[in-house]
């Protein structure tokens, strides 16, 4: 994109987020009428075919318009892989799949930015495009030809099991928007300590002490926030607000949980610019952290122990995996990925009854 200017490309990339966002509500219009298989694949692979003409537009605006196109398809497969994934799996195995994708995905991207780095040194920008999307569409071509007869299940059952599991036992009460709402307006003001903590806030004063919401609901808006791009509390308190009272109580709630934070953190900020220098201030600041540090660590052990419940290999991948952050000082991604895949073999490897019995044709076995 010869000869374009800087200044167009703030608007360009601010339109962009905007039609990326909206296609997220187009995703689930075109799911109820063409299927969630479907919607990935279809909307995916026109997504891949504009990526590539924008590399060799020939002027900047009509690259642009080419983006802005594929901006408003390129995600709408997302919202429509986590619905199918949540509902091809056990309730109880939701949020496991759920991190497992997660971590996936984000170890792919992480290698992906570092591989094209360097792929950029020998071969040029559109050479790479063309690549990736061939890459991708095969991708998508693959998933359509796997799952295409595999209709998803509907909420509270799954396709892997041979009967819909049974529905989560009715809340006391349900809440009504304005309780919703002021709730969650409270603990966007008030409440702080980090993601971990907030998402034990709620389920403390949600699940626990008010029974709006049940286990098995909050265990599945976890499970979402957790595969959904953005801020775990802030996606958690969005699903439970879906989940209650739909688009109008995850946007109510939404708004009600970030605003004030957004404008303390400003508050803050300019108070911090202003005064950083005062001792009472920095006295002030130590004093919140280790509030802070106290906070996340009761949550968090919370929140594990209602994940992990009496199950030893999963108490074993956190204790393993909180040795390993301590002794690195960072959260590096491959040791969650190994935690994954380690989990995911004990838990998926067969017996040796089934072996014999998959290598027989499917046919039991019997000395």
Not at 6 to 23: D, M, V
Not at 98 to 103: D, E, K, N, Q
Request: with cysteine.
């Amino acid at each position: 994109m010869k000869g374009s200017t800087r200044r167009p490309w703030a608007q360009l990339y601010f339109l962009a987020q905007i039609a990326n966002a909206l296609s997220h509500f187009g995703a689930a219009w075109l799911g109820k009428h063409i299927g969630l298989v479907n919607t990935m694949v279809f909307t995916h692979i026109p997504s891949s075919v504009l990526l590539v003409t924008v590399a060799i537009a020939p002027s900047f605006w009509v690259a642009a318009a080419l983006l802005l196109m594929c901006e408003g398809l390129v995600e709408m497969d997302v919202p429509a892989r986590q619905s199918y994934l949540m509902a091809v799996v056990k309730p109880e195995e939701r949020t496991f799949a759920s991190g497992v994708t997660g971590i996936v995905r984000m170890a792919g991207w992480a290698i992906a930015a570092g591989f094209s780095g360097l792929l950029l040194r020998t071969f040029e920008l559109w050479t790479l495009l063309i690549v990736g999307a061939a890459m991708k569409i095969g991708y998508d071509l693959a998933l359509w030809y796997s799952f295409r007869h595999i209709k998803a299940a509907g909420r509270g059952t799954s396709i892997m099991s041979t009967q819909p599991s049974s529905p989560p036992a009715p809340t006391a009460t349900r809440a009504s928007l304005g309780d919703l709402v002021r709730y969650f307006l409270y603990l966007g003001t008030l409440g702080f300590g980090g993601p971990v903590a907030l998402v034990g806030f709620m389920h403390r004063d949600l699940v626990e002490r008010r029974r709006w919401i049940d286990e098995g609901e909050y265990r599945l808006g976890v499970a979402l926030a957790e595969i959904m791009p953005g801020p775990l509390a802030a996606q958690l308190a969005i699903a439970l607000g879906y989940f209650q009272r739909g688009v109008l109580g995850a946007t109510a709630v939404g708004l009600a949980f970030v605003v004030p934070s957004f404008l303390m953190v400003i508050g803050i900020s300019v108070a911090y610019q202003r005064f950083g220098g005062l001792w009472w201030m920095q006295a002030l600041f130590y004093g919140i952290g280790a509030a802070v540090i106290a906070i996340i660590a009761i949550a968090a052990f919370k929140l594990a122990r209602s994940t992990n419940k009496r199950d030893p290999l999963l108490w074993a991948v956190f204790g393993a995996l909180a040795i390993a952050t301590m002794w690195a000082e960072a959260e590096l991604a491959e040791f969650f990925v190994i935690a994954g895949l380690v989990t995911l073999l004990a838990r998926a490897r067969p017996t040796r009854l089934q072996a014999l019995t998959a290598g027989l044709g499917g046919r039991p076995w019997s000395p």
